[in-house]
């Protein structure tokens, strides 16, 4: 079983009174971390990167200054980075230490960060949830001081040594080769699960939509967030879109174990498999296996252009969306803005024995130290934090303070609406001031919050590895020759094939076919997939593949890249050419 956390908000759903699986929080007091074999795929890219290329530099830490709130233990020294600790978080095969309930880690970020980051931890500390706090610097500072991945060896120490963190907004500079840092966490510390829920505050936040009520589960480490891009001829660049069975798997049992424990009514997939039909394919082909052992809960699937107009239109008629790392990331922004602002959004990181907790906007740089950013986004990630840590009660407490907040008409200015009769317009500061008064109080309108310890499980299933075929090869060639007519390209590749007993069965280029029998008004780069097989079909050799590759090279042609051509049981797991 894949042990994961009690999920994270009375808008949720009821609290499910049926017996839970048995699996424990992680995080509970009452039950150790465990660690666990963090799963991996069977596709690898090697990089040839020297050590000293990569060497991270020792940088100070920088702490904030909350005098008075809160309890802070001093960050490690960089010099307790050990080649172990670092090798841990390469491999994804890391060990996480056993860490007290109470403690955190805390990253304030970039921008309007820190501001919000001080407004949550001040109402965690006046509703004495008892946390402790290690605080680390990440982003754009740390990226500029010569760390590309925003991150020290020192605040990745203290990063792991605790089993949350609770990050405000970062800003990643502009070229340069700098990596997100948050998809580095997310991938490095396992977190495949992303989870965001979006809730009308209506009448007093303005919706058009006030029983709006959806959850988006969205897959957090793979698809184009993989970012692996190459540039190989002067005029096309490529993204690898990298979707993998486990991983599929693994967020769609997570979204329907979300629905069960909180009697959620459907799950909706959401992709682009009528255009991707073996990525995307591969996601809704697993999702709909997976779909098969709960049902008791609806599923149904939607591609995603229809699904997002669906989402901004009708967003009553959605529960728990199951969708792919990019999609999930767009689907959120759109409901969040649809329920009223994105600044109220918060939202959860899920994975094996680690949590993120972090607010759905970016770092808004151009409102810093305005005393203007909504701080709700990073309250509501906090009150998931504290239900994930077993803190239920205290969750209760600052979420019904800060709904009763919303409801007396105290609003920063993305939420602020003139025309509402009783809504003020505050700063941060003094909205969070507000909260911390209201602390105890209950919404009367809007649902009390009220959180249970539901906890999701997942068990991964094991299936056999399947009967793989090579039945040929795409050869991708840069040609700037010709007039870039593709008939003179494959006239003289069928001659190559030929002399190789091998058949030239498609030239494409941008994905159309070109050859034979392409028309003239197709448009062509100077990057071309030549598709090469055998006259029967049957499967080739890795000899021949070479013998053929040495052969296009003779022949004066830049090969750029290959890839493989295979059949799996059977079953042809590549793409046509379209046209």
Same mark, same amino acid.
């Given at each position: ?30 039950? *150790? ?25 020792? $940088? ?32 994804? @095969?890391?060990? =996480? ?53 925003? /991150?020290? *060896? ?18 990643? *500079? ?28 209506? +009448? ?5 939509? *006030? ?6 589960? %969205? ?12 540039? $190989? ?17 693994? /967020?769609?049992?997570?979204? =329907? ?19 991707? @039909? ?86 808004? +740089?151009? /409102? ?60 941060? @500061? ?34 056999? %590895? $399947? @009967? ?68 029967? =079909? ?11 590759? $040495? ?8 090969? /750029? ?19």
């Amino acid at each position: 079983h894949r042990p994961g956390p009690p999920a994270f908000a009375d808008s949720f759903g009821p609290t499910d009174s049926r017996p839970n699986s048995g699996l424990a929080n992680p995080c509970s007091p009452s039950a *150790p971390l465990k660690t666990s074999s963090i799963y991996s795929a069977d596709h690898s890219r090697c990089d040839t990167k020297s050590p000293s290329q990569g060497k991270l530099q020792n $940088q100070e830490i920088r702490m904030l200054a909350r005098l008075g709130r809160g309890s802070v233990r001093g960050v490690r020294s960089a010099k307790s980075v050990n080649s172990s600790t670092l090798k841990g978080v390469a491999t994804r @095969k890391n060990q =996480f230490s056993t860490a007290p309930h109470n403690r955190i880690t805390v990253a304030a970020g970039d921008g309007i960060g820190p501001e919000i980051t001080n407004s949550t931890l001040a109402i965690l500390d006046a509703a004495k949830a008892g946390l402790k706090y290690d605080f680390i610097e990440v982003g754009e500072k740390v990226y500029l001081s010569g760390e590309t991945s925003g /991150i020290s *060896p020192a605040s990745w120490t203290t990063l792991r040594s605790n089993p949350v963190l609770l990050k405000g907004p970062i800003t990643t *500079p502009q070229g340069g080769g700098y990596k997100s840092l948050n998809v580095t966490i997310r991938k490095s510390l396992r977190l495949f699960a992303n989870v965001r829920p979006t809730v009308a505050l209506a +009448p007093f936040i303005h919706t058009h939509y *006030p029983k709006l009520d959806v959850v988006i589960i %969205r897959e957090n480490e793979e698809d184009l967030y993989a970012a692996i891009e190459h540039q $190989q001829t002067p005029e096309v660049v490529q993204a690898l879109k990298i979707i993998t069975v486990p991983g599929c798997e693994a /967020i769609a049992r997570y979204a =329907f174990e979300f629905a069960r424990a909180y009697g959620r009514k459907k799950v909706t997939c959401m992709t682009k498999d009528n255009i991707m @039909k073996h990525a995307d394919g591969l996601f809704h082909k697993i999702f709909d296996e997976v779909a098969k052992e709960y049902p008791e809960i609806k599923a149904d699937h939607m591609i995603i252009d229809i699904g997002a107009a669906r989402l901004a239109a009708k967003p009553e008629s959605l529960d728990v969306i199951c969708t792919l790392n990019l999609y999930g990331d767009i689907l959120s922004d759109i409901v969040a803005e649809v329920a009223g602002s994105v600044g109220i959004g918060g939202s959860a990181n899920v994975g094996d024995n680690f949590a993120m907790f972090e607010a759905i906007h970016g770092s808004a +740089p151009d /409102i810093a130290g305005k005393n203007i950013a909504n701080p709700g986004g990073l309250i509501n990630a906090a009150v998931m934090m504290l239900v994930h840590m077993g803190h239920t009660q205290t969750a209760t407490t600052v979420q019904n303070a800060w709904l009763r907040t919303i409801e007396d008409g105290i609003h920063t200015a993305d939420i602020y609406n003139p025309e509402s009769t009783g809504s003020r317009k505050v700063g941060t @500061k003094e909205f969070t001031d507000a909260v911390i008064a209201r602390l105890g109080q209950a919404p009367s309108q809007l649902k009390l919050a009220q959180f249970g310890k539901n906890k999701i499980g997942i068990k991964m299933s094991n299936r056999p %590895r $399947q @009967k793989k075929e090579q039945i040929g090869i795409d050869i991708f060639l840069e040609w700037d020759q010709s007039s870039r007519n593709p008939n003179v390209l494959g006239e003289a590749l069928k001659k190559v094939a030929d002399a190789q007993k091998l058949k030239l069965k498609v030239i494409t280029n941008r994905g159309v076919r070109v050859f034979p029998d392409g028309i003239p008004e197709t448009f062509c780069t100077d990057h071309w997939r030549c598709r090469f097989v055998k006259p029967d =079909f049957t499967p080739v050799t890795a000899t021949q593949m070479l013998d053929l590759m $040495q052969a296009v090279n003779k022949a004066g042609f830049d090969i /750029i890249k290959t890839e493989n051509l295979y059949n799996f049981d059977g079953k042809r797991a590549y793409s046509l050419a379209q046209g």
